[in-house]
T-cell receptor
Framework: LAKTTQPISMDSYEGQEVNITCSHN???????ITWYQQFPSQGPRFIIQ???TKVTNEVASLFIPADRKSSTLSLPRVSLSDTAVYYC??????????????FGSGTQLTVLP | GAVVSQHPSWVICKSGTSVKIECRSL??????MFWYRQFPKQSLMLMAT?????????EQGVEKDKFLINHASLTLSTLTVTSAHPEDSSFYIC???????????FGPGTRLLVL
């Protein structure tokens, strides 16, 4: 199973851009990179997913270098409500249709006023 | 995105009783669902992989006779905590993929408190 390494915590101020980097040196060829957000006492919420280069959606961007051994989640102009734990996951495939995910420690992002 | 629900959202029970938690994929079919457990201030730990129509696959250290999993249909998996004890108190979360899709969606979680 591919393991991930993220900073344990990060602080930011409202309105700033936040970049959270994740290392996944043992990523396999078929693995996708997925980021989730989790608030206390809630299930993880899907943020963004990518395989290579750059992916952007309405809430975030995901940057993946050519070697795919790391990825960076970029949150533009964070607000207080973005305070949460952010998990970077790399999927391991089971029979090609469902992927077993291994959660690392996650990054506690605290947005300050 | 796809929606996964769980029921109940929280449960309090006496030590020694059994508790059943349901996980449903509301708008898609899932041949595989996953069950996680999360203790306070910790990350999610995968407990088992639930396979529709066959036996679940348990992670090392998870007692299959204590955590019974049934995946009887393509939209429902159940986790039964048998003879629950206070150390089983935790946040239980399920997840599922749409068939042939990469993204895994998580349920809202079930808080279990065993007195």
């Amino acid at each position: 199973l591919a393991k991930t390494t993220q900073p344990i915590s990060m602080d930011s101020y409202e309105g700033q851009e936040v970049n959270i980097t994740c290392s996944h040196n043992n990523i396999a060829t078929n693995d996708y990179i997925t980021w989730y957000q989790q608030f206390p006492s809630q299930g993880p919420r899907f943020i963004i997913q990518g395989y290579k280069t750059k992916v952007t959606n309405e809430v975030a961007s995901l940057f993946i270098p050519a070697d795919r051994k790391s990825s960076t989640l970029s949150l533009p102009r964070v607000s207080l409500s973005d305070t949460a734990v952010y998990y970077c996951l790399v999927g391991d495939s089971i029979s090609g249709s469902a992927r077993q995910l291994t959660f690392g420690s996650g990054t506690q992002l605290t947005v300050l006023p | 995105g796809a929606v996964v629900s769980q029921h109940p959202s929280w449960v309090i029970c006496k030590s020694g009783t059994s508790v059943k938690i349901e996980c449903r994929s509301l708008d898609f079919q899932a041949t595989t669902m996953f069950w996680y457990r999360q203790f306070p201030k910790q990350s999610l730990m995968l407990m088992a992989t639930s396979n529709e129509g066959s036996k679940a696959t348990y992670e090392q250290g998870v007692e299959k006779d204590k955590f019974l999993i049934n995946h009887a249909s393509l939209t429902l998996s159940t986790l039964t905590v048998t003879s629950a004890h206070p150390e089983d108190s935790s946040f239980y979360i399920c997840s599922a993929n749409e068939q042939n899709q990469e993204t895994q969606y998580f349920g809202p979680g079930t808080r279990l408190l065993v007195l």
